[in-house]
């Protein structure tokens, strides 16, 4: 397993913009899928956009395509999620998750190393 630490959360008004990132610990990143999984309060937690381990392969929910990115950095051990033109109903809070494997899955039973989590606020 892995340690992952979330940033970049925060408040921001309806139709702007954030970074994610997930910093991760260990010295083997690059083994691993990402995944980018949020949960609003009373709801499921969903899986957002994922990431293979070589970063050749995304998927991303329906709800955000076009809209967000993920990216990751192997050299530096993070990933990234680029989140633009975002919604109120799109508050929540934001998980980093990792699954040993070279292909981007979307079932999250795949994922069994979490972050604590970085609040997104979007203020209408």
């Known amino acids: 397993q892995v340690q992952l630490v979330e940033s970049g959360g925060g408040l921001v008004q309806a139709g702007g913009s954030l970074r994610l990132s997930c910093a991760a610990s260990?010295?083997?990143?690059?083994?691993?899928?990402m995944g980018w999984f949020r949960q609003a309060p009373g709801k499921e937690r969903d899986l957002v956009a994922a990431i293979s381990r070589s970063g050749g392969s995304t998927y991303y929910a329906d709800s955000v395509k076009g809209r967000f990115t993920i990216s990751r950095d192997n050299a530096k051990k993070t990933v990234y999620l680029q989140m633009n033109s975002l919604k109120p109903e799109e508050t929540a809070v934001y998980y980093c998750?990792?699954?040993?494997?070279?292909?981007?899955?979307?079932?999250?039973?795949?994922?069994?190393?979490w972050g604590q989590g970085t609040q997104v606020t979007v203020s209408s």
């Open positions: 260990g010295r083997t990143f690059s083994s691993y899928r």
């Open positions: 998750a990792a699954g040993a494997g070279p292909y981007v899955i979307v079932t999250s039973r795949v994922y069994d190393s």
